[in-house]
């Protein structure tokens, strides 16, 4: 069983950064892929971004510009650094990984924007 643990969220005003941690209890060297994703109070949980082993980052477009997403030099971490905040962005940030074609995903750590 994979166990996602993400961290770092917090309350932070309008223009700041905040920079989101997960860490996989087991090595990823064949996951196609980890990502964030966010839910915002009443709404549907959409993509925020999501790093492959190959290839290049993919970001949703309310993100573009602010958000860079990465993974750590342990295989099994990825990173979500947030720039520019808008209270917008406010919501419960989820980690999700792929491993054999099964999807884990994390409990959430909560980001909140005041204005």
């Known amino acids: 069983q994979v166990q996602l643990v993400e961290s770092g969220g917090g309350l932070v005003q309008a223009g700041g950064s905040l920079r989101l941690s997960c860490a996989a209890s087991?090595?990823?060297?064949?996951?196609?892929?980890m990502g964030w994703y966010r839910q915002a109070p009443g709404k549907q949980r959409d993509l925020v971004a999501r790093?492959?082993?190959?290839?290049?980052?993919d970001y949703a477009d309310f993100v573009k510009g602010r958000f860079t997403i990465s993974r750590g030099s342990a295989s099994n971490t990825v990173y979500l650094q947030m720039n520019s905040l808008k209270p917008e962005d406010t919501g419960v940030y989820y980690c999700?990984?792929?491993?054999?074609?099964?999807?884990?995903w994390g409990k959430g750590t909560l980001v909140t924007v005041s204005s």
């Open positions: 999700k990984a792929t491993l054999g074609g099964i999807d884990y």
């Open positions: 087991v090595q990823m060297f064949s996951t196609s892929v």
């Open positions: 790093i492959f082993t190959f290839g290049t980052p």
